[in-house]
């Protein structure tokens, strides 16, 4: 590994304005290729290369007029012609790509770094950070600024229906979702370290990303980096005990200019929260005064979600009357909680928790959303972490404390999780059956999951699928034509 040309974050920041011509090398990446976008609409020539284009990101990318390249055509010739060369973190150290890119001569750094030094340095960028929510929060938080007239600029990493996953926008604010993931091959730290924030949301902590981190010990270490160098807001959920431990050891020490906890037992709220089909009410304590809010999200962890950005919103001298508005109408990310239609009579949720502790806040809101409806859930446990035995009784537990009945879509595929052995979704299945009296089985195959599901669900039913993928291949197949 040569790394004489990986350009440092403060070199970057300090020669920004010499970098006009930018290459994006791995371009279709979930946060690369939004990233290539907002370069683009700042004023940067940007062009990128990938081994393959598929939508919705390859659509993306040609709507935006970048112009994008077979990654072969990418040659040591060809890249000598921009100044800094972005590199994204599906890129192996060990491949011969990453010698040849070393070998260019040309600067390079990984998107999270680039977009915080040549974007991002003179913007209020809110980080929305922690295990749970960072998507759904960051959209919450961009809706309410525009409603409030703010125009921001954003970054939020899902689909969502009608508009881009990234604007640069024209205002000062800049919610962007605060990936703990790594950054790079080079990079090996969290994305939301490299973005250059001025304040920063933790919704939730504990452990995750077991392919990267041996511990919630290592997740808690990157979020020591950036705490301490934070200067505006610094809004936290008390929740975890990690986000406890954080807060004790930095609250009076780090520069920011305010710190506010929120939760059931904090003194902000939410309080009295009431969650129906269509919407949620709840109170919240601001300043000496209660006051009551109606949103269309639903669910408690969705009010959770909604009182970190108005906790936000409120520090930074936006007015209560604003804001009761700014939150009424919510729009969603795509799955999270999307009804896709009717399958014989059974209403279809498609969503994307894959942790024991979403699976449980998602289940409990359509619970709440759906009553006295029978509810059957499908669940693939498909990320590193997932699909290793390091949360095998807590998976147990969330899905038979949400569900009627259960079925574990368990895929043939070992788990990456550092030092961890494989989920045993047979086990899951019967001690399902054994501890908590829920019908329970376990299918690893589309054909055994199609029957399984035929079987199982009934008219007035809500079928629930959580899956961060295409759950066996569910969601390519003639079952999605077959939903009304």
Not at 26 to 43: D, T, Y
Not at 301 to 307: A, I
Not at 324 to 350: F, H, N, P, S
Not at 432 to 443: E, F, G, S, T, W
Request: contains cysteine.
């Amino acid at each position: 590994m040569d790394l004489q040309h990986l350009i440092a974050q403060e070199d970057l920041i300090r020669r920004r304005h010499e970098f006009k011509r930018v290459f994006f090398y791995r371009v279709c990446g979930a946060g690369m290729g939004p990233a290539a976008v907002l370069m683009k609409q700042a004023g940067l020539h940007v062009e990128g290369a990938d081994s393959a284009f598929y939508p919705p990101m390859s659509t993306y990318l040609e709507s935006t007029g970048i112009p994008l390249h077979k990654l072969e055509a990418a040659t040591p010739d060809m890249l000598r012609q921009f100044d800094l060369i972005v590199v994204g973190n599906s890129l192996s150290g060990k491949s011969e790509q990453a010698r040849m890119l070393e070998k260019t001569g040309v600067p390079f750094t990984s998107f999270p770094a680039a977009l915080g030094a040549l974007v991002l340095k003179e913007r209020q960028v809110i980080g929305v950070c922690g295990t749970h929510g960072k998507t759904t929060t960051t959209f919450f938080l961009t809706q309410m600024l525009e409603s409030l007239g703010q125009k921001p600029g954003y970054l939020v990493g899902g689909i969502i229906d009608g508009r881009d996953p990234a604007r640069l926008g024209e205002g000062k604010y800049f919610p962007i979702e605060g990936d703990e993931y790594d950054s790079g091959y080079f990079h090996k730290i969290s994305k939301f370290r490299l973005y250059e924030l001025k304040h920063m949301i933790l919704t939730s902590l504990e452990f995750d990303h077991a392919d990267i981190f041996s511990s919630v010990e290592k997740i808690e270490d990157e979020f020591r980096d950036v705490i301490p160098k934070l200067k505006g807001q610094i809004i936290m959920n008390l929740e975890y005990p990690s986000s406890l431990k954080l807060w004790n050891e930095y609250l009076g020490s780090a520069p920011a200019k305010s710190w506010t906890s929120y939760g059931p037992g904090a003194p902000v709220g939410p309080h009295d929260v009431v969650t129906e089909e269509n919407g949620s009410r709840f109170t919240l304590t601001l300043g000496d005064e209660d006051v009551d809010f109606e949103t269309t999200a639903v669910g408690m962890h969705n009010v959770l979600n909604v009182t970190a950005c108005l906790s936000f919103l409120y520090g930074e001298g936006f007015k209560i009357p604003e804001l009761q508005r700014a939150v009424k109408e919510l729009g969603m990310v795509k799955r999270r909680q999307e009804v896709r239609g009717t399958y014989k009579g059974a209403t279809v949720i498609d969503d994307f928790a894959h942790h024991p502790r979403a699976i449980t806040v998602t289940l409990e809101a359509i619970r709440a959303r759906f009553k006295n409806r029978r509810i059957i859930t499908v669940f693939e446990p498909v990320s590193a972490t997932a699909r290793s035995s390091i949360f095998q009784t807590e998976f147990r537990d969330s899905l038979a404390g949400g569900s009627d009945e259960v079925i574990i879509a368990k895929p043939d595929l070992a788990t990456t999780a550092l030092g961890g052995s494989d989920l045993d979704g047979v086990k899951l299945a019967a001690e399902i059956q054994a501890l908590h009296k829920r019908p329970a089985q376990c299918v690893s195959t589309l054909a055994p999951l199609r029957a399984a599901i035929d079987a199982t669900v009934k008219s007035g039913d809500v079928l629930v699928i959580l899956s961060n993928r295409t759950c066996l291949g569910l969601w390519e197949s003639d079952f999605v034509q077959a939903l009304k």
